[in-house]
Structures are given as structure tokens and as C-alpha cells.
């Protein structure tokens, strides 16, 4: 099975620091993620803690980034990691993208969410999306498994960058299994990937947990 067959995306509160770390990492190790935010707003640090920088999503990385090395407090956001975060970021995508609104992104076999609330948020969506679609006869279609998994990360470039790390393992391991069950011929779904349980998830999750005991998770199975 290609790295690229694997449906995933990871999933923070701003699409700006933890999801997209891990996503430039799982780029690296030739994976094709997706990132988003589940966040009413992207809101990035500012001068103080009641002025944070706020922008909608959508807004491209790239005009953040003008506009923060050109305000008086560069500096500041220099030795924060702000500005190297987004000089990373616009050259993985365009622009943070929401969750909420990722309907044309299609289907995920693995949603990869960096804390706990995000997580819940995730559920919850998956879940109103579900209902809806039972309410509309005419959207009826074929529901897939989709596994959601919380790694739990410090939002700081440092954790960022070890979480991601982590999140590289977990999904290798993930994808080694659904290679494997791909060429034995196991249940697939109606697009012709591999179908595997909780139980094998679980699995995987007790095996890399080993070596990532600094790495706090949560797991749920949910339908897209």
C-alpha cells in the first residue's frame, strides 16, 4: 500500500504550530497529510495575553507573516518562535484551514487531534455530520470507520517538534498494518483500503506508547 493511499490529516486548535509541525514531518517521511483547526478563529500570541493576534481562517500564511515582522513587537514574537513557525508553514500550505468547513477534503481513514478538546470537538462534528446525513435521504451513502487518536501536545515549538515525531511512528506503524492487510486480501472498504478494528488499533497504540510514554493519547472510532 502507497504512503500517499493513506487517508490522514492531524488536527489542533489554529492549524498553525502542533498539526502543522506534524504535518511537514509526516510530508518528510513521504506520507500526504491534511491539517486543520478546530477553533472558532486562528489566534496567534500578541503583544500581551488580552491582545492576542487574531485572524479568520483562510487567511494565507504568508500575509500573517508580513504583517507580524512588520509590527513593533517583532522582536518579541522573534524570540517566541512565531516567525519561524510561520516561515514553516507557508511553505507546506497556503493558509490554516478549519476543520468544520473540510467537507471538500473528502474522507479519512485516521485523524491524528494534539489535544484533548480538539479531540472532543472532532467527535462531536463527526458525530453531527452522521446525523445529518441519516436526516437527508438524498446524502445517504456508504459510512466509513474513521479512527481518531489524541496525542496530547504542549503548545510550544519545542513539544511541537517532539510530538511530531511521535505522530511519524504511530501513523508508520498504522500504515505497516494496513500494508500488510492489503496484501493478504482482509476486508476492504467500498475505495479499496483495508479495513482493521479497535482491537488492532489498540494494539498499535499499547506498542508505540512503549517508547512514547511523554505522549498522553486518546482513541475513538467514528464515521465519516
Known amino acids: 500500500m502507497s504512503l500517499k493511499d493513506l487517508r490522514l490529516c492531524t488536527v ?14 509526516l510530508l518528510e517521511a513521504g506520507f500526504f497529510p491534511r491539517s ?3 477553533g472558532s ?10 491582545r492576542p493576534n487574531v485572524y479568520p ?11 507580524l515582522v512588520n509590527l513593533e513587537h517583532r522582536r518579541m514574537y522573534e524570540a517566541q518562535g512565531l516567525i519561524s513557525m510561520l516561515l514553516r508553514n507557508k511553505q507546506v500550505k497556503r493558509a490554516p484551514e478549519k476543520w468544520h468547513s473540510n467537507a471538500a477534503a473528502g474522507k479519512f ?11 472532543d470537538l472532532v467527535l462531536e462534528d463527526l458525530m453531527n455530520r452522521m446525523n445529518s446525513k441519516l436526516e437527508d435521504a438524498e446524502q445517504l451513502e456508504v459510512r466509513q470507520v474513521v479512527h481518531v487518536i489524541n496525542v ?20 508508520q506503524l498504522i500504515h505497516a498494518l494496513t500494508d500488510r492487510k492489503k496484501k493478504t486480501g482482509d476486508l476492504r472498504d467500498e475505495d479499496g483500503y483495508p479495513v482493521f478494528g ?3 488499533m489498540m494494539g498499535i497504540l499499547t506498542e508505540w506508547q512503549k517508547d512514547h510514554t511523554h505522549l498522553q493519547t486518546l482513541y475513538s472510532v467514528s464515521y465519516n
Do not use: W
Not at 12 to 25: F, G, L, P
Not at 41 to 50: E, H, Q, T
Not at 109 to 119: A, K, Q, S
Open 198 to 200: 479497535e482491537d488492532e
Open 109 to 119: 481513514d485516521l485523524v491524528i487531534t494534539c489535544e484533548e478538546r480538539c479531540f
Open 36 to 38: 486543520f483547526g478546530t
Open 57 to 67: 481562517f483562510g487567511t494565507p500564511y504568508e500575509q500573517i507573516y508580513d504583517e
Open 12 to 25: 489542533c486548535a489554529a492549524n498553525n504550530n502542533r498539526s502543522m509541525e506534524a504535518h511537514k514531518q
Open 152 to 171: 496530547d501536545i504542549k503548545d510550544d515549538n519545542e513539544n511541537a517538534k517532539i510530538g511530531g515525531k511521535g505522530i511519524v511512528k504511530l501513523v
Open 41 to 50: 478563529s486562528v489566534k496567534l500570541p500578541g503583544p500581551s495575553a488580552d
